[in-house]
């Protein structure tokens, strides 16, 4: 009705522009109406009938006069169009194995395929005679190809994998060649090829062209259990229980079982029971690290009940581990003989993860070294050169004064957690923190508090404290000393009080505040910060305001491991994210239905400044066990960043590996050796979140401009189409002198004034 009334749609009238074709200005046209109106009144005035009689005859005149007066002046509707035939919209319909699930509602309580589903759409707007911008069709395979017609698109082959990330990036790359007014993507989103980054979501939006998507398959599948992912380091120590961290991905509550196998061999297993109200949900499971040596473990999940997995490919996920003796390094530095240098000492030996080489000041001029490789390391006590420092991996320093260590070296101590990324604890002591001087020293700026600079400072306190953690100590990892989050609390609160503590003065912002002191006779009172840690530069440095850990030993039972278990963990914390000379690095822990895959090492020189050189070599090992040389190239936007694409001709577990010397070094020191491992797999890739991701659909629409619609919804695609697009245009200009309903005003007023004129007896 609007349109037959208008001459034209709501749509044109909202993007168009009101103007006038003729030559006369508008101030004219208003003047004219004046003019006429106020002829018309003198009229009418003159005439001896009613007031209110008067003033509807010179209303329903005035309208006559208006209406007439406004054609007279061309009135016309100003439009940029897309000429037909001038613009393309690009339908990509996805064509992966994983389209090939019959989940679409259709007629007769039927199911069709996500693939057929779409095809029904193709062929009901894309080829629609009524649309306005002329369809060239495209399927997403192997690789995005170009098809003539509906009979061709139907006899795509289903691929492995599907590279939505790459086909935007082709069909968006013949913008500058072609007229595209928009691209339409059908699809269920599920894409699992590693071209989608920052740079790609960047491109996308640059590109100019609004991406419509519409969405065919389920959003989740009820019946369906998922092992998603699962987490646990590459490389472990030996007589280890690791702890591996599964999630799960599930629509419903359940129980389902987790089992770990290496090979034929059972190492673990464990019933999981799945939460409701949340689409995924982690749980751990500990597994023995085993010997020396490489092993890929497989982690399965099966239903506990009756349920059949519509999908029992996507309940395994492969996982590559090395067992190695090869401990990282922590230099513990300590300026008196005490107990807490002793128990420390005991509570560290047994750990396969790390070695302790240890420095104690035993008179002026004395040192005694434990844990030394040679009778060289150390001899002459604190690290003189900066390259013999950075060979540790963290460094302790007990209750030793900031001017046992010259400028050069408390400079070097700054920069090793700046610079080589380690990590420094700092532990209290009548000679240690504040008391030693260590606010003012250089170190001060690498440490997470404030710390006393007065030459007068006395922060060492001889008194009972207990110590808890704080809430975010209570949810750190590693200051776990229960299974549980309740038998955590009661382990901490179970533990004897520290017979000292040291005032830290202020945290600094972004610090973290893990462990705090209390007075245990006081009834109320505030908690003090005694475990503090921050990130500064490339490493961490933390800060424990006691040297009394030692009485949770002595106040326990002998059997009772929670002071071990504390040191031990916050050592393994220390080294676990320290940066070595070289790394390499793969993106996916397993990588499928995928020809090649980008690996990435960085290697540093002897004092951590990055390496500068064009190229990088790396060993690589085949499943086969084969072995070929691979050159990493320079990274130009990243100093000492090398990558390189790695060929994976057959499935199974692949492995590279570098070491030093690089290129230019000395071959003297001790070499770092990097290796990574990861997993090949085919025909698995669309098993994997099998359902429709909407989130990505939307994304992609929400970053071009475009529009997300689900299958139910597609109708609305032809009217998306006319409003958003980046069709070449014209200006056009729409005449409205024509519009019925002028036409109809003027009858409407003539009409209704001989109609009252007649009841008047007026005529």
Known sequence: MFEWLFNYPVSAWQEAVFAFDGLMPRSLLLASLAIVVLFIAFSAWKQPIAVARRTVVVALQSLVAAILLLMMWQPILELEVAEAGENTVAWILDASASMQTQDVEAAGNSALSRFDAGINIVKSFALNESAEFQADLYAQAESLQAVSSLDQLSTIEPSDSTDLGNSLDEILGTVSQNAMAAVVLISDGSTNAPSIDAQWWQRLSAAGVPVHTIGVGEISDPSDIQLSDVTLPQSVAPGLQLTATVTVSHSTAGNVRLRVFSGRDLLAVQDIVLPDNVQQSQHEIGVPSGELGVRQLSFEITHNDERIDPNPTNNRQQRMVRTTDDRKRILYVEGEPRWEYKFLRRALNGNPSVEIVSLLRTSPNKFYRQGVRDADELADGFPLERETLFDYDAIIIGSLEAAELSSKQQLALRDFVNVRGGSLLMLGGRHGLADGGWGRSVVAAALPVILDARLSARTFDRRRAQVLPTASGYRTPWLQLGQSAQENRIAW??????????????????????????????????????????????????????????????????????????????????????????????????????????????????????????????????PDGSSRSVEFTADLQQLGRYTADVDMPMDGPYMISAQTPLGGESPSGTPSVAETWWVSESGTAESFNNTQQTEFLQRVADVTGGSYLPSSEASSVLDILSLENAALKRQVSLPLWNMPILFLGLLFAKLAEWLLRLRWRRL
């Not at 020809?595 to 060993?619: F, H």
Request: net charge negative.
């Open 493 to 622: 609160q179970g533990l004897p009080s520290v017979a000292d503590v040291q005032q830290l003065g202020s945290v600094k912002p972004g610090a973290v505040v893990l462990l705090e002191q209390k007075d245990p006779n006081a009834s109320a009172g505030e908690a003090q910060a005694l475990l503090v840690t921050q990130r500064y530069g490339k490493g961490q440095s933390f800060v424990l305001g006691t040297s009394g850990s030692w009485r949770w030993q002595m106040g326990l039972d002998s059997t009772d491991q929670r002071h071990e278990l504390f040191w031990t963990q916050l050592a393994n914390h220390l080294v676990a994210g320290v940066l070595t000379r070289i790394r390499v690095s793969s993106l996916e822990p397993v990588y499928r239905d995928v020809s090649n895959a980008e690996m990435s090492l960085l290697a540093y020189l002897p004092d951590y400044t990055p390496l500068q050189q064009s190229s990088v070599n790396a060993s690589l090992t085949l």
